[in-house]
């Protein structure tokens, strides 16, 4: 009988997290694009009023002449906190029967404490008055392990592995926050200083899956390989009906090369695999049966108003059934390899929040809808054109694509066409039936209106635009994604380099909109006069004459027009980044002899580097909503550049 026990703690924290976000009067970006570009930047750094000590001043305003935040303001004011501690670890018992059969019993727990805090001065944008937010966040997971474990060799051909066993896992979320939303006292933040009643909230959530599951290895003179597995969940966040569900996998590899006795200094490895697999995903807790979210309303009144998702009592678990094969084989010593995967995957009844008439009281429902299917390629290359006793020279090329394809949804509900997000831009589900290419991640947006002689139109002296039905974009998803890495080694210095990039692949981006707006992105400086004024007649066609358009307009209006529209601010997002630069030294063991040092080195990286893209403006990579939409970009931070250093030793 062996124990085993293993606990983890990690503290992590911010005094100021930034804003970004085309709506947040904070966001860094978005103030950046509306300050004027005569204007000091240092001057802003004495933020008060002169004339009153509790308010900003700020020489920044919108096209409608509302005032920004000063960005120092921001930065030293404006500030959110947050400070989480995470503990994270297990207890293990392992009783060993006999050299072949053992039972592992453990119990882990993983949870966090995020204490968080939103301070607003007094004369902010959005909130003059001051404001001030505290958010406890909780959440554990505990999960209970049994597993019985049985390895067999027999004879010198056959081997088994086999186990079985089951889990009960355990999550609870909790949240408990209070906002002042007007201070009292100006800059005393404190849930106390309030001049307005306290809103304060909490939420509570709890799931549950137990879990039975086991796996058999089966081997043949360590040559061929058969692996199967098999899992069924009971989910506390599905109906009753449909709470339980299995899914299985099976795997087989095979070593031609010792089977057909190809082994030897030029053919070192050559492995096919091939593998199948039934995957399913359940939801978040109470999704399925009506709950009201308890509130506080207007004048501190308490509000019990419905979930604005519909229940759905019938939900089923998603389902993925995919299958791949391949190969991995070596060359030469070990000098050239080559890694060869393709996959093919059905997604079916896809759960997604469907958008619902108004008049229904509720703004979405979560249906299983559809059907989608994915395939693709996987390959890796790997070259040693040089190795000797002092410089070797590795390479490694990695190379993949996926195609995808809405093969339905829901027409026969009336469902054609599903919206991920909708803000400027939109990211929909389309079959291929309906305008655009019909696979995950399509774009959708206005554009520009052209006669059928390719000519702009206008109304007024203004170019028009079509937001009514919305016009196909392009795809957020690459054609392929590729990568080269080289690592020199020279007696004690290493060198290594890192170029990954991918071709095609749409980004539409707000920040080259807002931009253009402002003024203050050189799109927007043709034809203006010397004071930055001027007019123009676009060159193009009357919408509702004919007759070649003769209206003069303000420049500024005019490039306003012409930019505000979604196509126009999607491109194509290809690129190369030289990701990494590493160089390093080992330092000689005759420098560590007289010391307890096993070993040391020491290393330079640099990480991000360099970025080769037509995008203008941002980095293609960005994406919008803390990562959730790719493709989408919206007064995104920039992508840094990063050196360090590092010191390794041994002892």
Same mark, same amino acid.
Do not use: C
């Given at each position: 009988? $062996?124990?085993?026990?293993?606990?983890?703690?990690?503290?992590?924290?911010?005094?100021?997290?930034?804003?970004?976000?085309?709506?947040?009067?904070?966001?860094?970006?978005?103030?950046?694009?509306?300050?004027?570009?005569?204007?000091?930047?240092?001057?802003?750094?004495?933020?008060?009023?002169?004339?009153? !000590?509790?308010?900003?001043?700020?020489?920044?305003?919108?096209?409608?002449?509302?005032?920004?935040?000063?960005?120092?303001?921001?930065?030293?004011?404006?500030?959110?906190?947050?400070?989480?501690?995470?503990?994270?670890?297990?207890?293990?018992?392992?009783?060993?029967?006999?050299?072949?059969? &053992?039972?592992?019993?453990?119990?882990?727990?993983?949870?966090?404490?995020?204490?968080?805090?939103?301070?607003?001065?007094?004369? =902010? %944008?959005?909130?003059?008055?001051?404001?001030?937010?505290?958010? +406890?966040?909780?959440?554990?997971?505990?999960?209970?392990?049994?597993?019985?474990?049985?390895? &067999?060799?027999?004879?010198?051909?056959?081997?088994?592995?086999?186990?079985?066993?089951?889990?009960?896992?355990?999550?609870?979320?909790?949240?408990?926050?209070?906002?002042?939303?007007?201070?009292?006292?100006?800059?005393?933040?404190?849930?106390?200083?309030? *001049?307005?009643?306290?809103?304060?909230?909490?939420?509570?959530?709890?799931?549950?899956?137990?879990?039975?599951?086991?796996?058999?290895?089966?081997?043949? &003179? %360590?040559?061929?390989?058969?692996?199967?597995?098999?899992?069924?969940? @009971?989910?506390?966040?599905?109906?009753?009906?449909?709470? %339980?569900?299995?899914?299985?996998? *099976? %795997?087989?590899?095979?070593?031609?090369?010792?089977?057909?006795?190809?082994?030897?200094?030029?053919?070192?490895?050559?492995?096919?695999?091939?593998?199948?697999?039934?995957?399913?995903?359940?939801?978040?807790?109470?999704?399925?049966?009506?709950?009201?979210?308890?509130?506080?309303?207007?004048?501190?009144?308490?509000? *019990?108003?419905?979930?604005?998702?519909?229940?759905?009592?019938?939900?089923?678990?998603?389902?993925?059934?995919?299958?791949?094969?391949?190969?991995? !084989?070596?060359?030469?010593?070990?000098?050239?390899?080559? +890694?060869?995967?393709?996959?093919?995957?059905?997604?079916?009844?896809?759960?997604?929040?469907?958008?619902?008439?108004? =008049?229904?009281?509720?703004?979405?429902?979560?249906?299983?809808?559809?059907?989608?299917?994915?395939?693709?390629?996987?390959?890796?290359?790997?070259?040693?054109?040089?190795?000797?006793?002092?410089?070797? @020279?590795?390479?490694?090329?990695?190379?993949?694509?996926?195609?995808?394809?809405?093969?339905?949804?829901?027409?026969?509900?009336?469902? !054609?066409?599903?919206?991920?997000?909708?803000?400027?831009? =939109?990211?929909?589900?389309?079959?291929?039936?309906?305008?655009?290419?019909?696979?995950?991640? =399509?774009?959708?947006?206005?554009?520009?209106?052209?006669?059928?002689?390719?000519?702009?139109?206008?109304?007024?002296?203004?170019?028009?635009?079509?937001?009514?039905? @919305?016009?196909?974009?392009?795809?957020?998803?690459?054609?392929?994604?590729?990568?080269?890495?080289? +690592?020199? &080694?020279?007696?004690?210095?290493?060198?290594?380099?890192?170029?990954?990039?991918?071709?095609?692949?749409?980004?539409?981006?707000?920040?080259?909109?807002?931009?253009?707006?402002?003024?203050?992105?050189?799109?927007?400086?043709?034809?203006?006069?010397?004071?930055?004024?001027? $007019?123009?007649?676009?060159?193009?066609?009357?919408?509702?004459?004919?007759?070649?358009?003769?209206?003069?307009?303000?420049?500024?209006?005019?490039?306003?027009?012409?930019?505000?529209?979604?196509?126009?601010?999607?491109?194509?997002?290809?690129?190369?980044?030289?990701?990494?630069?590493?160089?390093?030294?080992?330092?000689?063991?005759?420098?560590?002899?007289?010391?307890?040092?096993?070993?040391?080195?020491? !290393?330079?990286?640099?990480?991000?580097?360099?970025? @080769?893209?037509?995008?203008?403006?941002?980095?293609?990579?960005?994406?919008?909503?803390?990562?959730?939409?790719?493709?989408?970009?919206?007064?995104?931070?920039?992508?840094?550049?990063?050196?360090?250093?590092?010191?390794?030793?041994?002892?």
């Amino acid at each position: 009988l $062996t124990f085993d026990v293993a606990v983890n703690w990690i503290n992590s924290g911010s005094d100021n997290r930034a804003s970004y976000g085309a709506k947040n009067d904070d966001g860094i970006m978005k103030i950046f694009l509306y300050m004027p570009r005569n204007l000091d930047i240092n001057s802003l750094k004495d933020y008060w009023n002169k004339n009153n !000590s509790n308010y900003q001043n700020s020489p920044i305003f919108n096209m409608n002449g509302n005032v920004f935040n000063n960005p120092y303001f921001v930065v030293n004011e404006n500030l959110n906190g947050n400070n989480r501690d995470r503990v994270f670890g297990n207890v293990r018992a392992t009783y060993q029967f006999n050299p072949n059969l &053992k039972l592992m019993a453990r119990s882990g727990r993983d949870f966090y404490n995020d204490k968080r805090t939103m301070r607003h001065a007094v004369s =902010s %944008s959005q909130y003059k008055n001051g404001y001030y937010q505290e958010d +406890d966040v909780y959440f554990l997971e505990t999960n209970h392990d049994l597993l019985l474990s049985y390895d &067999k060799e027999f004879g010198t051909d056959f081997s088994l592995s086999a186990s079985a066993g089951g889990n009960l896992m355990t999550q609870i979320s909790k949240r408990l926050g209070a906002i002042a939303p007007r201070l009292a006292i100006p800059n005393v933040y404190n849930l106390t200083n309030n *001049a307005a009643p306290i809103l304060a909230g909490n939420t509570y959530q709890e799931k549950r899956i137990n879990s039975i599951y086991g796996t058999a290895s089966l081997g043949y &003179k %360590s040559m061929i390989y058969l692996d199967l597995t098999g899992r069924n969940d @009971w989910s506390s966040a599905l109906p009753k009906a449909n709470n %339980s569900y299995f899914y299985p996998s *099976a %795997s087989l590899s095979i070593l031609a090369n010792e089977i057909f006795g190809l082994t030897s200094e030029k053919i070192n490895l050559i492995k096919l695999r091939g593998a199948t697999s039934s995957v399913r995903r359940d939801l978040e807790p109470y999704r399925t049966l009506p709950n009201f979210l308890v509130s506080q309303g207007w004048g501190g009144e308490t509000v *019990a108003t419905h979930n604005n998702n519909y229940p759905n009592e019938n939900i089923r678990p998603e389902k993925v059934n995919s299958y791949e094969f391949g190969f991995d !084989s070596k060359f030469f010593n070990n000098r050239l390899g080559l +890694d060869l995967t393709y996959y093919k995957s059905t997604t079916t009844d896809l759960i997604i929040p469907v958008t619902l008439n108004p =008049s229904a009281g509720y703004d979405t429902k979560l249906m299983n809808v559809g059907k989608m299917t994915n395939h693709g390629i996987e390959a890796m290359l790997n070259l040693v054109p040089i190795r000797n006793d002092n410089f070797s @020279w590795n390479m490694f090329i990695n190379y993949s694509f996926n195609r995808n394809r809405i093969i339905s949804l829901a027409e026969d509900k009336g469902i !054609s066409r599903i919206r991920q997000l909708e803000r400027w831009a =939109s990211l929909e589900l389309r079959t291929e039936n309906t305008k655009g290419d019909g696979s995950f991640g =399509s774009l959708y947006g206005d554009y520009l209106i052209y006669n059928q002689d390719n000519q702009l139109t206008f109304r007024n002296g203004i170019p028009q635009e079509e937001n009514g039905d @919305w016009g196909y974009l392009g795809n957020v998803n690459p054609k392929w994604l590729a990568s080269v890495a080289n +690592d020199f &080694k020279y007696k004690n210095w290493n060198l290594s380099f890192l170029f990954a990039g991918q071709k095609g692949g749409s980004v539409h981006s707000r920040t080259y909109i807002e931009g253009i707006n402002a003024g203050s992105l050189p799109e927007s400086l043709p034809f203006r006069d010397e004071n930055g004024a001027g $007019t123009i007649i676009g060159e193009g066609i009357d919408i509702d004459t004919g007759t070649e358009n003769a209206v003069a307009i303000p420049v500024r209006d005019y490039w306003r027009a012409y930019y505000n529209n979604d196509r126009i601010a999607t491109f194509d997002a290809s690129f190369i980044k030289l990701r990494e630069l590493k160089i390093g030294y080992v330092l000689p063991q005759s420098l560590l002899g007289r010391t307890p040092l096993k070993g040391a080195s020491v !290393s330079l990286v640099g990480r991000n580097l360099l970025l @080769w893209s037509k995008v203008p403006h941002i980095d293609p990579e960005v994406s919008a909503y803390d990562g959730q939409f790719v493709g989408v970009e919206a007064m995104s931070l920039p992508s840094m550049r990063t050196y360090g250093m590092s010191i390794n030793v041994n002892f």
